[in-house]
């Protein structure tokens, strides 16, 4: 049968949330290091613990970097979309691995060189160009490729509200970027003021999913719940439903 993932963003997602969950699903520990050393790139260290959110436990991710000397975190500051591009190609990752990274981070790009007027080439970022997001974004597409590159379906996204400081300055939540990549995605807010949805969980989503919408029919394996850094009146998490496609007859 067909292998499915469900994204239940309830909470939105950020890439830590979905690393969260991947991890919290089942997806062996050891061989993600281990498959994400071979990146070659260095400066950070992952703290991977179960907790919880609203009474409700799950596993919280985060990648903390060793050197924040100011030389370090601005040549990190300046990688545009090729700088990422060449490091995922000159890595001894799988093939489908760079592929699926790559495909992320350039519905980023993209949106980022739209909004600020720029060409690809010129586009500098802010977030995506960090080490936290490359290891997000590289460890998400190795997540996929352990079970299996499943079917991918999304729940409509909790965006948020309110303002957000970045680099630019004050910006208005969704971030003008994260729009930008959820052009055609159903999305909503419940009164929520803080930013649920980043640019880099809006394009995991993006890339991945072949629809967003309802649960489809499915018998769930498992579920995994991934950690927010937020303390909401929600608990701030990212579900995600492991199972098998169904056809159930339903009689009411």
């Known amino acids: 049968m067909e292998k499915i993932l469900y994204f239940d963003c309830f909470a939105g997602i950020?890439?830590?949330?979905?690393?969260?969950?991947?991890?919290?699903?089942g997806i062996d520990e050891h061989y993600f290091i281990e498959e994400l050393?071979?990146?070659?790139?260095?400066?950070?260290r992952l703290e991977i613990q179960s907790s919880m959110k609203k009474g409700i436990t799950g596993t919280d991710?985060?990648?903390?970097?060793?050197?924040?000397?100011?030389?370090?975190?601005?040549?990190?500051?300046?990688?545009?979309?090729?700088?990422?591009?060449?490091?995922?190609?000159?890595?001894?990752?799988?093939?489908?691995?760079?592929?699926?990274?790559k495909k992320i981070f350039r519905l980023v790009a993209e949106a980022e060189a739209k909004i600020h007027g720029k060409s690809l080439?010129?586009?500098?970022?802010?977030?995506?160009?960090?080490?936290?997001?490359?290891?997000d974004?590289?460890?998400?597409?190795?997540?996929?490729?352990?079970?299996?590159m499943p079917a991918v379906h999304?729940?409509?996204l909790?965006?948020?509200?309110?303002?957000?400081?970045?680099?630019?300055?004050v910006i208005p939540v969704p971030a003008p970027a994260t729009l930008e990549i959820l052009k055609g995605v159903p999305i909503y807010n419940q009164g929520v003021r803080a930013e649920l949805v980043t640019p880099t969980g809006a394009a995991i989503v993006k890339a991945l999913s072949?629809?967003?919408?309802?649960?489809?029919?499915?018998?769930?394996?498992?579920?995994?719940?991934?950690?927010?850094?937020?303390?909401?009146?929600?608990?701030?998490m990212l579900r995600i439903y492991l199972g098998e496609k169904k056809k159930f007859k339903i009689s009411w």
């Open 121 to 135: 080439e010129q586009v500098h970022f802010h977030e995506v160009g960090a080490i936290d997001s490359i290891v």
């Open 137 to 148: 974004i590289v460890g998400v597409a190795i997540c996929m490729d352990y079970l299996g």
């Open 210 to 236: 072949s629809s967003f919408g309802d649960i489809p029919a499915m018998e769930i394996e498992k579920v995994g719940y991934g950690l927010g850094k937020k303390d909401l009146e929600i608990p701030n």
């Open 158 to 169: 909790h965006v948020g509200s309110g303002f957000v400081r970045c680099a630019h300055g």
């Open 14 to 25: 950020s890439g830590d949330m979905a690393l969260g969950a991947f991890l919290d699903l």
């Open 154 to 156: 999304t729940s409509p």
């Open 61 to 101: 991710f985060a990648v903390i970097l060793e050197n924040s000397s100011h030389d370090h975190a601005h040549s990190h500051h300046h990688r545009n979309l090729f700088d990422i591009e060449k490091i995922i190609d000159d890595s001894g990752l799988k093939a489908a691995v760079k592929e699926l990274s």
């Open 37 to 44: 050393s071979r990146l070659h790139v260095d400066g950070f």
